[in-house]
Each structure stands twice: as structure tokens, then as C-alpha cells.
């Protein structure tokens, strides 16, 4: 199993920066891709931007620019940096991987969720 661990959020008025952090612990093989997801009340959850372990990414249109994620394979946690922040980036973002488990002596490539981190942007 793997746990993962998220900090970094919190309040941040609008036009200011926040930095989230994402910590991947647990019995695993390794750690493969991993990303942030938001969601705002009422709708669905969203990529904001993943990172492979190769360090390979992806960023949703509506956030290029502003955010950048990146990782740290050695201490498996990964960030983002999110900067000129808008109010209608509140949201609760949430980390998200997969990484290769044992599972009954099988080698899985299963994917695993956080807990979730507030994010507020206040006008």
C-alpha cells in the first residue's frame, strides 16, 4: 500500500504564489507517474499537471503558465508551484499516483489518492 501525504495548502490572496507538496510513502516497487487534481464545489475533479519519473510533463490549458510541477524521485514527493493565483482556483487539490505494488506476490501498477488539501484564493 501507499499512503499519500499532502501539504501546502491554505488561504493566498489573489495574484499571490502557493506551494503544495505531496509525499508518497509505504510497500511499493516504485513510484511512477504522479500529478494534482482539483476540485471546485459542484464539479468534477481535474488535472492541474502531472509528472512522470522520468520527468515528463503535463499541464491543463487553463493552468499554463501559472503552475509548475516537478518531483523529487529520491524522497518520492512531488510539487507544485502555483503562482497568480486566481479566486477561481479555490479548490481541494488532491495528490494522486500510481506505483508499481506487490499484491499477493503480483507485481501491480495500482493508482492511489490523497486526502486532499484546501486551496482558497481570496479576492
Known amino acids: 500500500q501507499v499512503q499519500l501525504v499532502e501539504s501546502g495548502g491554505g488561504l493566498v490572496q489573489a495574484g499571490g504564489s502557493l506551494r503544495l507538496s505531496c509525499a508518497a510513502s509505504?510497500?511499493?516497487?516504485?513510484?511512477?507517474?504522479m500529478g494534482w487534481y482539483y476540485q471546485a464545489p459542484g464539479k468534477q475533479r481535474e488535472l492541474v499537471a502531472s509528472?512522470?519519473?522520468?520527468?515528463?510533463?503535463n499541464y491543463a490549458d487553463s493552468v499554463k503558465g501559472r503552475v509548475t510541477i516537478s518531483r523529487d524521485n529520491g524522497k518520492n514527493t512531488v510539487y507544485l508551484q502555483m503562482n497568480s493565483r486566481k479566486p477561481e482556483d479555490t479548490a481541494v487539490y488532491y495528490c494522486?499516483?500510481?506505483?508499481?505494488?506487490?499484491?499477493?506476490?503480483?507485481?501491480?501498477?495500482?493508482?492511489?489518492w490523497g486526502q486532499g488539501t484546501q486551496v482558497t484564493v481570496s479576492s
Open positions: 494522486n499516483a500510481d506505483a508499481f505494488t506487490v499484491v499477493n506476490g503480483l507485481i501491480r501498477n495500482i493508482e492511489y
Open positions: 509505504g510497500n511499493f516497487v516504485s513510484v511512477n507517474t
Open positions: 509528472i512522470t519519473s522520468g520527468g515528463s510533463t
